[in-house]
């Protein structure tokens, strides 16, 4: 018998994700992610094609000390970007492993919440349940006592 994580079990399993919710995301995940990624890469490679077609071969000076400065200039935002590559993996690597389990976990709590809702509507009924009581015998003997004043 398999142990689900409101039995009370000590080795908790995390519940399978919500298939409804699952099904969508995976149906928005190319309208939102995979096809603007697709559009923007294009976009670019064609911007690059576009100025390295438009390059015009200057006089031999002129192109030597273009070199010599972007041999200056390079160096540091290669560094910067090749750092930023790097955290974005961890970053990428992370989120994966977390859309793993944060789904399961949420609806673990979802589960929580819902008992702890139930136990309070059954309190809550049975304190105010003799109060209604007490209220509604009250409100019929007072119509009771008017009634009878009108005859």
């Known amino acids: 018998m398999e142990k689900t994580p409101l039995s009370g079990s ?5 519940p399978e994700r919500n298939p409804q919710t699952h099904a ?21 490679l064609g911007l690059g094609v576009a100025v390295g077609w ?4 200057g006089s031999g000076q002129v192109s030597r000390w273009a070199d010599v400065a972007l041999i200056w200039q390079l160096p540091l935002p290669i ?7 790097l955290v974005n993996i961890g970053v990428v690597y992370g989120v994966t492993k977390l859309i793993g389990v944060i789904p399961g976990l949420a609806r673990l709590a979802h589960e929580y919440v819902l008992v702890v ?6 309190i809550t009924d049975r304190l105010v349940g003799p109060i209604v009581k007490l209220d509604s015998q009250r409100a019929g003997l007072k119509s009771g006592f008017r009634a009878l004043r009108r005859k």
């Open 79 to 85: 560094l910067l970007a090749f750092l930023c590559t």
């Open 54 to 57: 438009s390059a015009v071969a």
């Open 10 to 14: 000590s080795r908790r399993r995390l």
């Open 24 to 44: 969508a995301h995976r149906k928005q995940v190319f309208w939102q992610i995979t096809l603007p990624l697709v559009l923007a890469l294009l976009v670019f």
């Open 117 to 122: 809702q139930a136990r309070v509507n059954q």
